[in-house]
């Protein structure tokens, strides 16, 4: 009588702890899509203030092409939405950073009206890229953290969800030279 009873608040604490298990891992499913979402409206918005940017007058003819043409194929592989994407958004980091690492730039703007406010914007969705691939790896990081344990892997407790993958891009607008040395923040100034 008492080893049932045994068997049965064993049996029940099991259960219990099986249940909050597979709970955690949707809560960390549901947090890795809302990442997902939040970083995928922080690309399509730098990408869309680039083109701005490009189309705006404010820098020359050969810059505004090639700044247009990257910030179009980033734009292009966030309908994508896989590891294709990385690479058009490493660019797109690469030409803001040539662009605005070119000898003068900033000077060549001063008094040119809507130029700060662009700039301003451009640094700000730039910041939030950063501040949305972090959140979204941190997210990965967690849920295949949590989905590697044992008894998540026995009882097959993530279902057929795909594990999930990091998003490595190069997002600093800073240089990787001297001024660069320490920075770990996106910023325009560099």
Do not use: C
Request: without cysteine; aromatic residues 6%; hydrophobic residues 50%.
């Amino acid at each position: 009588m008492i080893a049932a009873i045994i068997v049965v608040v064993v049996v029940a604490m099991l259960g219990v702890y099986v249940s909050w298990r597979a709970g955690r891992l949707d809560r960390l499913h549901a947090r890795l899509e809302a990442a997902r979402a939040a970083l995928d409206v922080a690309l399509v918005r730098r990408s869309s203030v680039a083109l701005e940017f490009a189309s705006s007058g404010l820098l020359d003819p050969a810059t505004s092409l090639l700044l247009a043409s990257v910030a179009h194929d980033a734009r292009s592989a966030q309908n994508g939405q896989g590891s294709g994407q990385e690479l058009p958004e490493s660019d797109l980091t690469r030409a803001l950073r040539a662009v605005f690492g070119q000898p003068g730039f900033r000077a060549s703007l001063n008094g040119t009206e809507g130029a700060d406010e662009l700039l301003t914007e451009l640094e700000s969705a730039a910041h939030q890229v950063f501040l949305a691939r972090k959140f979204y790896n941190d997210a990965v990081a967690a849920t295949r953290a949590a989905r590697r344990r044992p008894l998540v892997r026995l009882l097959r407790l993530a279902g057929g969800a795909p594990l999930p993958e990091f998003f490595e891009i190069e997002d600093s607008l800073v240089g990787t030279g001297e001024a660069a040395q320490g920075a770990d923040m996106p910023h325009l100034t560099g």
